[in-house]
């Protein structure tokens, strides 16, 4: 199972773009990388997933290295409702959350 | 269509007692699986199945909790003999995932938010 590390918490200002970076060091060869976002009272929802180099849908960019030790999550101009807990996950047998890191979007 | 739901969306109990949590997965999707998350932590894995087996129940804590999922679709996850310590969202997820690895997106529902007095 891919052990993950991220940031505990990042503050931010709507309209900027927020990079959340995701250390993976154990991932295993057929883990897929992927990311969700989770609101207050809500389930986790998933953003994007992705194995190696750039992943882009409509939400956010992924930026996997050669190494796929680590990844990046991009929002590109961020609003108030981007305010959530984003969890990065190896994806493998099953979902292994670690503690997520806590955006925080101001105005 | 309709997305994943979990009944009831709040249980309050008492310490000793059995609860049932009952989840609904998006239609035709195969896999289904139980998370439990406390306040401020990611979610922890309980319990996946693949149709109407258990494919991974390593996550389950002990003995007390039980889920099944008779006939492929709406799975209950059991807790007998509750504990104070069991309070804690409890949540469902459920994806079209057919073989272990890969890709796999899996769709949450909104939890159980049970409560042990």
């Known amino acids: 199972l891919a052990k993950t590390t991220q940031p505990i918490s990042m503050d931010s200002y709507e309209g900027q773009e927020v990079n959340i970076t995701c250390s993976h060091n154990?991932?295993?060869?057929?883990?897929?990388i992927t990311w969700y976002q989770q609101f207050p009272s809500q389930g986790p929802r998933f953003i994007i997933q992705g194995y190696k180099t750039k992943v882009t849908n409509e939400v956010a960019s992924l930026f996997i290295p050669a190494d796929r030790k680590s990844s990046t999550l991009s929002l590109p101009r961020v609003s108030l409702s981007d305010t959530a807990v984003y969890y990065c996950l190896g994806v493998g047998n099953m979902l292994t959350f670690g503690g997520g890191t806590r955006l925080m979007v101001k105005p | 269509g309709a997305g994943v739901s979990q009944t009831p969306s709040n249980k309050v109990t008492e310490k000793g007692k059995y609860v049932e949590l009952r989840c609904d997965p998006i239609s035709g999707h195969t896999a289904l699986y139980w998370y439990r998350q406390s306040l401020g932590q990611g979610p922890e894995f309980l319990i996946y199945f693949q149709g109407t087996g258990a494919a991974d129940d390593s996550g389950l804590p002990n003995d007390r909790f039980f889920a099944v999922r008779p006939e492929g679709s709406v799975s209950t996850l059991k807790i007998q003999r509750t504990e104070r310590g069991d309070s804690a969202v409890y949540l469902c997820?459920?994806?079209?995932?057919?073989?272990?690895?890969?890709?796999?997106?899996?769709?949450f529902g909104p939890g159980t938010r049970l409560t042990v007095l």
């Open positions: 154990n991932i295993a060869t057929n883990d897929y």
């Open positions: 997820a459920s994806s079209s995932r057919h073989l272990a690895g890969g890709t796999d997106t899996q769709y």
